[in-house]
């Protein structure tokens, strides 16, 4: 099973960017696609985004089409998530998850088969 980790949240100002990484380990990385969650204070998870496992194909919620991309590098077992224009709205724990299903059952809330622990982004008006 593969297990993931989260990193690069911090705190920036409405307008900039931030790139999270999820590092993957264990078996075949590149079998998995991939999707970002996050989860704001008081609210429900909800879905960011997801990749396919060849990274040809991507999914993104509505409110962050246009400012957030999700590529992934399988040589390197690491997907991202490149943010930029943040908005106060986007300030959130963000997860990532992994599925042997397909990115499109990932962005239609389909279970994950593996999760990592969370990262804090926040953004300062």
């Known amino acids: 099973q593969v297990r993931l980790v989260e990193s690069g949240g911090g705190l920036v100002q409405a307008g900039g960017s931030l790139r999270l990484s999820c590092a993957a380990s264990g078996r075949s990385f590149s079998t998995y696609a991939m999707g970002w969650f996050r989860q704001g204070s008081g609210k429900e998870r909800e879905f960011v985004a997801s990749?396919?496992?060849?990274?040809?194909?991507?999914y993104y919620a509505d409110s962050v089409k246009g400012r957030f991309t999700i590529p992934r590098d399988n040589a390197k077992n690491t997907m991202y998530l490149q943010m930029n224009s943040l908005k106060p709205e986007d300030t959130a724990v963000y997860y990532c998850?992994?599925?042997?299903?397909?990115?499109?059952?990932?962005?239609?809330?389909?279970?994950?088969?593996?999760w990592g622990q969370g990262t804090l982004v926040t953004v300062s008006s």
């Open positions: 990749i396919s496992s060849s990274g040809s194909t991507t």
């Open positions: 998850g992994a599925s042997l299903r397909s990115s499109s059952a990932v962005a239609r809330g389909a279970a994950l088969d593996a």
